[in-house]
């Protein structure tokens, strides 16, 4: 069984960094074969891996390659019973059958429980598929229908193109010489992201903690024994200043064994929160672009939840793709409680659970659709709560590297007890809306938390919350969600100059869904029409239209194509039927920002005036373009596949102006932070779009 399943693993392309490679993300094992990890990961499908004493390559990290080796359990485990093997091993079969245990109707006690362990275990797997990847493949299915035949050929002929224009591996990078040092190779120059990436893992943390003093006066409980790892102790202590000194101690720790730390010092990003009005928008800091560091409007995680912004006591998240040990290294680095509740469309770790930490998977309606909202609620220790609205995942790669957007609320207090339930509310509707979309999951889980929500005094907030939920809309729901909203609000508030249509709406995405065999099919049709309302409506034509997603060469050029990684999962399968994208095409530029090289995962939406100055409106969201996540009309109905979640700023109602300046400050009213160059670069003669299929051609 065991070679056969070998068989299967070796029809995927090796990794080009081989022994070498340092990735810890689940797609890229999903995509790559690594034989000399395969080897040993093949007869340990299941439960602890044991990685033998001695290896028949060289291994400088064993924690690293620990933590691939349960990375690769998960993906081959999936991958072999996706094709029918059995889901049990043979040596937990003959565990059970050596057993005499109790029958209870016909079945044992150990087969009735081993079934439902069994039947979570596969849930759990189907969970874990790549649905980023292809959902909006899959949703073509609903969405578009094509010559298949005709398609082969065209997919057939654009990798040719992409053999003929050398972007394998081994052209992005010069090989070194095998003599050479580390430091000198491409993977030398890495070693520091290697080192900074295991810093992101919790087990690192856990280790530092072995040999650690356990004073007591650093902790306040009694029951912390030598041993306890510092996230362990962290989670124990019940006050600032206990966190704080174990926060201390893991930097300390993290330097001393060679890890490179860069934290902002906690306490001082309340300023830089009220410095930012009265947009409240930010863009993550890059890691390996240092101007970023020093930008007013840049942002790291463990600021997000700084204590300056007040002390949290729990914690909501909900999202697609969730490292939970990376996440609880940011409350440790914030040095702020870790009880969190986490809605999830993937989990990418399998770190052991505390008891102060809930997992609520997501279940979608279909399987074209994904769980894609990026969005936390954060409660505080005077009951108020905070909203959290991004473009990120919660793992280490979209914190480093790549441009991400992040907009945070005001601080919004508890409501007094003799409120009514519909005070509070913001002059957008924004409480309505999110308390809307929360119950949308029919979560019991959630319930606390919509209770907060309504709690809450909202009167501060000045942008709209836009959102999607899969689903077929109709009657008073048909304006709730994706385009039809966000047509909505623009309808209602959006005020543009009689010249409206020299005013060009601007897109800019990190994947592209199934759009339409032409512009005039989806993008014209629903898009166009929707994002181009006014008010006062009229007649005006349409406004052009532009598309901003990495070329190539951006991804060539960028800090993501150095680690060997991406987060653009656009495929030639898709991009084959729709070739015409590419006459609407920009490419990703931000040197303004310094985030050139910081592939962005950030989607925005806006109208960008004639002389480049202004804009009506801005509108940052999970959303990339497509269907699966602004949804369609079919018949009477608005259909959508996704959960998605953004924010509408509507100048009226943040700077009482009826556009925001994008070039120079005007009236008071201070810059909006576009987060990338004009005027637009469009796509050169030999340009083409960033496929998947680079890292296989």
């Not at 087969?111 to 849930?123: A, R």
């Not at 003929?164 to 190779?185: A, C, G, P, V, Y």
């Not at 400050?665 to 810059?671: N, Y």
Request: aromatic share 10%; proline share 5%; with cysteine.
């Amino acid at each position: 069984m065991a070679t056969s399943f070998m068989n299967n693993v070796s029809v995927k392309k090796q990794c080009p960094y081989m022994e070498k490679c340092y990735r810890k993300n689940p797609i890229h094992f999903n995509e790559m074969s690594h034989p000399h990890l395969e080897k040993i990961v093949v007869n340990q499908l299941e439960g602890e891996i044991r990685v033998p004493e001695e290896l028949n390559f060289e291994c400088s990290d064993r924690c690293l390659l620990k933590d691939q080796l349960k990375i690769l359990q998960i993906v081959l485990r999936k991958n072999r019973n996706s094709d029918g093997s059995s889901s049990s091993n043979i040596a937990s079969k003959s565990k059970i059958n050596a057993e005499s245990p109790k029958v209870t109707n016909g079945k044992t006690v150990s087969e009735t429980l081993k079934d439902k362990v069994e039947k979570h275990k596969q849930l759990t797997i189907q969970r874990r598929e790549n649905k980023l990847k292809n959902m909006d493949e899959e949703a073509e299915a609903l969405f578009m229908s094509s010559n298949e035949k005709d398609n082969q050929r065209k997919v057939s002929k654009m990798k040719e193109e992409l053999d003929n224009l050398k972007i394998t591996e081994k052209s992005m990078h010069k090989s070194s010489s095998q003599d050479k040092k580390r430091d000198s190779s491409i993977f030398g120059d890495n070693d520091k992201e290697r080192k900074k990436s295991k810093l992101n893992h919790t087990r690192q943390v856990q280790e530092c903690g072995q040999d650690t003093n356990n004073s007591s006066e650093n902790m306040e409980s009694s029951s912390v024994s030598k041993g306890t790892s510092l996230i362990e102790r962290f989670e124990l202590c019940n006050s600032i200043k206990s966190r704080s000194e174990v926060r201390e101690r893991a930097i300390k720790m993290m330097k001393q064994q060679g890890f490179e730390v860069s934290v902002v010092e906690p306490g001082n990003f309340g300023m830089k929160y009220a410095l930012s009005a009265p947009y409240h928008l930010f863009l993550t800091r890059i890691q390996k672009s240092k101007e970023t560091y020093n930008q007013q409007f840049s942002i790291t995680f463990p600021e997000i939840l700084d204590i300056s912004l007040g002390e949290i006591v729990k914690s909501l998240h909900i999202n697609f793709m969730v490292d939970v040990g990376w996440l609880c290294l940011q409350y440790l680095l914030a040095g702020q409680r870790t009880d969190m509740s986490i809605l999830f469309g993937t989990r990418v770790d399998e770190e052991k659970l505390s008891l102060n930490i809930t997992m609520i998977p997501v279940w979608m309606p279909t399987k074209f659709g994904c769980h894609h909202t990026k969005v936390m609620i954060l409660k505080y220790k005077d009951d108020g709560i905070r909203v959290v609205v991004s473009t990120a995942n919660l793992y280490s790669d979209d914190w480093e590297n790549r441009t991400q957007g992040v907009w945070i609320s005001p601080h919004l207090p508890l409501l007094a007890e003799s409120a009514n339930p519909s005070d509070g509310e913001s002059p957008t509707g924004f409480k309505r809306d999110l308390e809307r979309y929360l119950h949308k999951y029919e979560q019991p889980a959630l319930t606390e938390w919509i209770s907060a929500v309504k709690r809450a005094n909202f009167s501060s907030v000045n942008v709209f919350f836009v959102a999607s939920v899969p689903g077929r809309h109709t009657g008073v729901e048909y304006d709730y969600w994706g385009y039809r909203k966000l047509g909505h609000v623009l309808s209602k508030h959006a005020k543009l100059p009689p010249d409206a249509p020299q005013w060009t709406l601007v897109v800019q995405s990190s994947s592209i869904g199934s759009l339409g065999p032409n512009y005039e099919s989806w993008i014209q049709k629903e898009i166009i029409s929707s994002m181009s309302k006014e008010n006062p409506p009229g007649l005006k034509s349409c406004p052009n239209f532009r598309f901003i997603y990495p070329s190539l060469n951006n991804y060539k050029q960028s800090f993501d194509c150095q680690v060997g990684s991406c987060c653009l999962p656009y495929s030639i399968q898709t991009h084959s039927k729709q070739e015409w994208v590419e006459s609407y095409m920009y490419q990703w530029k931000a040197t303004r920002t310094a985030r050139d090289k910081a592939i962005p995962h950030i989607k925005t939406y806006t109208r960008i005036s004639p002389n480049l100055e202004k804009i009506p409106w801005f509108v940052l969201t999970s959303a990339n373009l497509s269907k699966a996540a602004w949804g369609m009309v079919r018949k009477d109905s608005h259909h959508i596949l996704n959960y998605e979640a953004g924010v509408i700023f509507i100048p009226h109602f943040v700077t009482g102006s009826t556009t925001f300046p994008i070039k120079k400050e005007e009236a008071g009213v201070p810059v909006f932070p576009i987060p990338y160059d004009l005027p637009l670069t469009r796509y050169g003669s030999g340009d083409k779009p960033f496929v998947t299929e680079f890292f296989s051609s």
